[in-house]
């Protein structure tokens, strides 16, 4: 075992790519990973799992079908599984992210957004 | 589904007991849960399960058998399955922990830290 924490704003130092999640550790069969995000990401669901949202700096919202939930820092959200949702950002907002080993970012919808899987920082 | 985000400074102002975890959310079947903590636990051991801290406020410490780690804001640590751990904290400081639903939070070691479980806000 390493005897250090993980340190959040060195990991954001790591990395520009937005909306690219970089991993940076796994509890059991979940992972953490840090992600930049800004302007409109894609509709998509993750069928089945929920996914969680903890905004670190800065403000997002997610739309979902039915409605919006604004997520500002010292907040967290979880998204149901099979909920489509489009996270938003207005200005650059750095968030950590809970979810399943291999969950893809773009669920269900392949598009040019969606990132490589399973990179570590 | 409700349309609103999980504040923590808002939960933090519903409970003052430390060492007692109280719930703000579950994903699939791990839950989120936030504690206040002050001074010296109890040794113990989580057999089946990873254990997440993300220090929210404030600076916290564990020691291991052969070594330890401090947490600061800003900051996690993964505690791995079997690794018997003691956190400390001198000052107040406010976590965030994850880990499976059912956990109890002095694992192995029945004492009276053991904390109510199952308990939300």
Redesign the interface.
């Given at each position: 075992?390493r005897?250090?924490?993980?340190?959040?704003?060195e990991k954001f130092l790591k990395f520009d790519e937005q909306w690219s999640p970089k991993i940076?550790?796994?509890?059991?069969d979940?992972q953490?990973k840090l992600v930049k995000i800004q302007g409109h990401f894609t509709w998509h669901e993750h069928k089945d799992?929920?996914?969680?949202f903890i905004v670190?700096e800065g403000e997002m919202s997610i739309d979902?079908k039915d409605?919006?939930?604004?997520?500002?820092e010292?907040?967290?959200?979880?998204v149901?599984?099979g909920?489509e949702h489009k996270p938003y950002a207005e200005n650059e907002c750095k968030i950590l992210l809970?979810?399943?080993k291999g969950v893809i970012n773009t669920g269900d919808s392949n598009s040019e957004l969606t990132a490589e899987e399973d990179v570590w920082i």
């Open positions: 075992m005897f250090e924490a993980i340190n959040f704003n940076i550790g796994q509890m059991n979940y953490f799992t929920d996914e969680v670190l979902f409605g919006r939930v604004n997520i500002s010292n907040e967290m959200f979880i149901p599984k909920a809970i979810e399943p």
